[in-house]
């Protein structure tokens, strides 16, 4: 009795691990006859498609119902009911997800040097521009730095497999998609008496810093970056939960400033650099649109997430463990859990990326990068 116990358990776990492979790392070939452009991937929770998974760290959507709507329900690190932003993005370019994390390409050697070809995803939940950002809340994440030199070994590799001239014009032609920022920002705001200094000069840290990754990623051979800013996050349900259901203006209008911060740095860096291309995505103009008019956009709930604890939602994490609560119809949220938005959401916000106008995404849209 014992050994048929242990053979179905083994069983499970290792059909489960087969799904969790094939999730990862097979599923996301392009399915138009135009060659989609490669992705590289950067950034935090909004782009996180389970590098969290394989590190120490707290910030991890491993368990339900986290991917509850992904295919065969599983949670792979995403942290959505389904698809993510980064998912979203890659399906306007053509594919059908985000390629797979880099640690997961890293600890699974077989067809690493394939799939480093197909794109790499290396954003880690928590994490942000500074080196510090998460470190005490999350334990450990990947911040953008330690990213781009994940992504100065990828592309060793790359050229190991191409040759240097090769890799360079491909490398050049790859789309580098980056979404941070916002966790820098919850940092400063949670633990502004450890900072000891003011939102002034706090920015201009975030923008150096930022500049300097970007400047790395350039002289890696990067050359077309599609960015986006931050949302208002003073408006998710993590933080207006503890407002009684109001946004929190101080973390808007911060998030307002880093976009202009950002914006100035893109173009400082692309009238000082050649060939640098770039696509910015003003996120926080695209979520004030479905937070002003939900209806346009097919959404009837912008304030409460579907899952989580307490007031709104927005009192603890989307775990089926502490009982969370669960929405029904998921595609009527702009939220998911506390923080993040949902399946639907991040499809709206894909749409627009590619297809918006200047007050959304400029001097160029992401579809126009990729040419
Ligand atoms: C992970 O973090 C916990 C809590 O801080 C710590 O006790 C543990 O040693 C860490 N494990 C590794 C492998 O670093
Ligand atoms: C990729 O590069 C790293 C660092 O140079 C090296 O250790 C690793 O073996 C390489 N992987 C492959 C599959 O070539
Ligand atoms: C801020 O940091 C200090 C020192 O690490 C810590 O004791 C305190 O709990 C933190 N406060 C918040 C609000 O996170």
């Not at 640098?276 to 009837?300: Q, V, Y």
């Not at 009192?315 to 929405?327: F, V, Y």
């Amino acid at each position: 009795m014992t050994s048929s116990n242990n053979f179905s358990i083994n069983y499970a776990s290792v059909f489960f691990f087969v799904l969790l492979s094939l999730t990862m790392l097979d599923i996301y070939v392009a399915n138009e006859v135009k060659a989609a452009p490669t992705l590289f991937i950067f950034g935090d929770s909004t782009f996180d498609v389970g590098t969290n998974n394989f590190i120490n760290s707290t910030a991890k959507a491993n368990v339900p119902y986290y991917g509850i709507d992904f295919p065969y329900s599983v949670a792979t690190g995403r942290f959505s009911n389904g698809l993510n932003t980064a998912d979203q993005i890659a399906k306007q370019f053509g594919y059908q997800r985000s390629p797979p994390p880099f640690l997961a390409l890293e600890k699974f050697q077989n067809g690493f040097k394939q799939n480093i070809l197909r794109g790499v995803n290396f954003a880690s939940a928590g994490s942000g521009i500074l080196s510090q950002t998460g470190q005490k809340q999350w334990q450990e994440v990947v911040f953008f730095g330690k990213q781009v030199q994940q992504f100065a070994q990828v592309r060793g590799n790359i050229t190991q497999i191409l040759g240097a001239a090769k890799a360079d014009s491909f490398i050049s032609k790859a789309v580098f998609l980056i979404s941070t920022g916002s966790n820098d920002i919850f940092d400063f705001a949670n633990n502004n008496t450890e900072f000891h200094v003011g939102v002034e000069e706090y920015l201009s840290i975030l923008q150096l810093t930022y500049f300097s990754h970007l400047k790395n990623l350039y002289e890696l051979g990067a050359r077309k970056f599609g960015i986006l800013s931050v949302a208002p996050i003073g408006c998710c349900p993590a933080v207006t939960s503890g407002n009684g259901g109001n946004c929190v203006k101080p973390l808007n209008d911060f998030a307002i400033v880093f976009h202009r911060a950002i914006q100035a740095l893109l173009q400082k860096l692309s009238s000082g650099f050649e060939d640098f291309e770039f696509s910015l995505a003003n996120t926080f103009e695209m979520t004030s649109d479905l937070l002003k008019s939900p209806s346009t956009f097919g959404l009837k709930d912008t304030q409460s997430a579907c899952c989580g604890l307490g007031k709104f939602n927005g009192e603890g994490p989307c775990l089926k463990s502490l009982n969370a609560n669960l929405c029904k119809n998921r595609d009527d949220f702009l939220f998911w859990d506390w923080f993040h938005p949902t399946e639907k959401a991040s499809e709206l916000a894909a749409v627009t990326l590619f297809t918006g106008g200047k007050e959304f995404v400029s001097p160029k849209n992401f579809g126009q990068l990729a040419c």
